[in-house]
C-alpha cells in the first residue's frame, strides 16, 4: 500500500468547495471519482485546505491510499486525462504511509484580486472583485500592518466557526497594485473560516476613507465579528501555496487549521 500526495489546482467557480456537501459538486468528489476509475480502487482523498465555495487553487494538497503500480509520479498525468478541465494536478509524490499534510506545520499563501476600475472587465469576473469606488493603498497598508503577527482574530471569521483558538499567526500581508489589479497576499500559519476575506473586506473601507488605519487596532480588540468590515466574494481568492514543514517550523508559530 502506499501513500501518495497530490498537488492540486482547480479554477473553484462551478464547485461548492474542496469539501463533499449534501448538495452541489465539489473538488473532493471529482477527485474520488477520477482516482476510483483510473486506479481500479474505492479511492477517497485527504484534503489540507477546505476551500469555501467559488474559491480557487493553485497548490491545494491532498494523500490517498492505493495498491497501485503506477509510478507515483506519473498518476498526475493520467488522472489529468480524466478530469475537466477546471481541475489540474500539477505533481504526484509518493510520502510515509503515516504522512498527512493536514497534520504537519504550514504556512499557507493566499491571494485576493481586487479589480479596481470604472467599469468591470468581463474577462477578470470568475478571479477577481470588481470595485470601482476610490482607495487609497497607502491608508490599507498601514492598516494591514496592524494585522501581522500573532492575535486573536475572532472579529474575522465567520460566525459558524467552531474552533478552540481563534488565535491566528499572519506571517505576511501585503497589498501589491498592478495596473487595475490590487492583489492581496497573505501568508500564515492557519486561518479562520472567511478570514481573509473578511480581512480584505475591512481593508477596502479603510481605503475608501470610512474607516481610520487605526480602526484594526479597536476591531482586533472587539473580538466580534460585527466590528470588522464585511466579507467580500469568494471569485477573488486563491490559494497559492502550502509550505509543509514535516518537523516542525523554523522558528515557532502558532498554527492552526485552514478553512477558508
Not at 57 to 83: H, Q
Not at 215 to 227: N, P
Amino acid at each position: 500500500m502506499k501513500r501518495i500526495m497530490l498537488t492540486v489546482a482547480y479554477d473553484g467557480t462551478d464547485y461548492c468547495g474542496w469539501q463533499i456537501q449534501p448538495t452541489g459538486l465539489s473538488v473532493e468528489e471529482v477527485l474520488n471519482r477520477a482516482l476510483t476509475r483510473l486506479l481500479g480502487e474505492d479511492i477517497r482523498v485527504l484534503g489540507t485546505s477546505r476551500t469555501d465555495s467559488g474559491v480557487h487553487s493553485l497548490g491545494n494538497l491532498c494523500v490517498f491510499d492505493s495498491d497501485t503500480r503506477i509510478p507515483p509520479e506519473k498518476i498526475c498525468f493520467a488522472l489529468n486525462e480524466r478530469l475537466p478541465d477546471d481541475i489540474v494536478i500539477l505533481r504526484s509524490e509518493e510520502v510515509p504511509a503515516d504522512f498527512h499534510p493536514r497534520k504537519c506545520d504550514s504556512i499557507k499563501t493566499y491571494e485576493y484580486t481586487v479589480w479596481h476600475s470604472r467599469l468591470p472587465n468581463p474577462i477578470e469576473r470568475r478571479t477577481s472583485y470588481f470595485f470601482y469606488m476610490r482607495l487609497d493603498v497607502a491608508r490599507m497598508r498601514k492598516a494591514a500592518a496592524y494585522l501581522v503577527g500573532e492575535h486573536d482574530f475572532k472579529s474575522f471569521c465567520s460566525a459558524r466557526t467552531q474552533v478552540e483558538s481563534t488565535v491566528r499567526h499572519v506571517t505576511c500581508l501585503e497589498i501589491r497594485e498592478d495596473g487595475p489589479r490590487i492583489v492581496f497576499h497573505i501568508e500564515g500559519t492557519g486561518f479562520l473560516y472567511n478570514m481573509v476575506r473578511i480581512i480584505v473586506g475591512t481593508l477596502l473601507r479603510v481605503g475608501t476613507g470610512l474607516w481610520e488605519p487605526q480602526r484594526v487596532l479597536q476591531i482586533l480588540e472587539a473580538r466580534d465579528r460585527q466590528a470588522a468590515g464585511p466579507k467580500v466574494p469568494p471569485q477573488g481568492l486563491v490559494l497559492k501555496e502550502i509550505r509543509l514543514y514535516p518537523e516542525g517550523y523554523p522558528a515557532q508559530l502558532q498554527g492552526g487549521e485552514d478553512d477558508e
